[in-house]
Each structure stands twice: as structure tokens, then as C-alpha cells.
């Protein structure tokens, strides 16, 4: 299982990469991941015409998309689109940010998942 990772290098500059889950449990439901610290669960709606420039992300977060998809460019010029179903580990709390932008202006709900 993949998940989307923006991260900061020590220039300030955002970049995205992969992580995989590393599977520790298998059972009769499925494998699962060890549990992974968290301080909360946030539900968001973002709107159509949701066009956020250039920013830091306000903390460490995945985030998980329910319905719909966005776009979000990293500064070095890569730019993803993190689709329904999909979780992106954002980690840019400082440096250059990214921007995210809606995709064919739909309204999406999310789920912000704090881990600090």
C-alpha cells in the first residue's frame, strides 16, 4: 500500500516520494501495519473551487481522501494528484509549502489525521 509523502529538505524546498506500509500482523481479517501514533481526527469539506496558493502545511498529518481528489504541487515542480482513497503524509510545516488546488471543481471530503 502506497502512501503520498511532502516532505522539506534542508533547503526548504518540498518534494513528494512514496513510503510503503510495512505489513508486522496477518490474520484471518487481513495484514495490518503496527498502530502508528496519532492525536486526533479531523473531517473537512473543501469546496469546488477550493485554489489554496503557496503554504506550509499547519502540522504533521495524513490525510485521507473520501470522495474526490486534489491536486498539490511541491516547489520543486511536481505536481500530484492525490485521488479518492488515496492518503498523503504531508511533513512540509516549514520551508516553501505547497499549493493544492481542486480537481474538475468538486466538493471532497477528508480526513485530517494529526500526528503531533
Not at 513510503?19 to 481526527?41: F, H, N, Q, Y
Not at 511533513?91 to 485530517?112: N, P, V, W, Y
Amino acid at each position: 500500500m502506497r502512501i503520498h509523502n511532502l516532505y522539506v529538505d534542508d533547503d526548504g524546498e518540498t518534494h513528494f516520494r512514496d513510503i510503503e506500509v510495512e505489513w508486522t500482523k496477518d490474520g484471518p481479517g487481513g495484514r495490518m501495519s503496527d498502530t502508528l501514533p496519532a492525536t486526533g481526527v479531523i473531517f473537512r469539506e473543501t469546496p469546488g473551487s477550493y485554489d489554496y496558493a503557496w503554504h506550509p502545511a499547519p502540522r504533521r498529518q495524513y490525510i485521507v481522501n473520501l470522495d474526490a481528489g486534489v491536486a498539490i504541487s511541491a516547489s520543486d515542480g511536481e505536481t500530484r494528484v492525490i485521488g479518492a482513497g488515496e492518503v498523503i503524509l504531508v511533513e512540509d510545516t516549514h520551508g516553501k509549502g505547497h499549493c493544492s488546488k481542486a480537481i474538475e471543481g468538486q466538493l471532497r471530503h477528508s480526513i485530517f489525521i494529526p500526528i503531533e
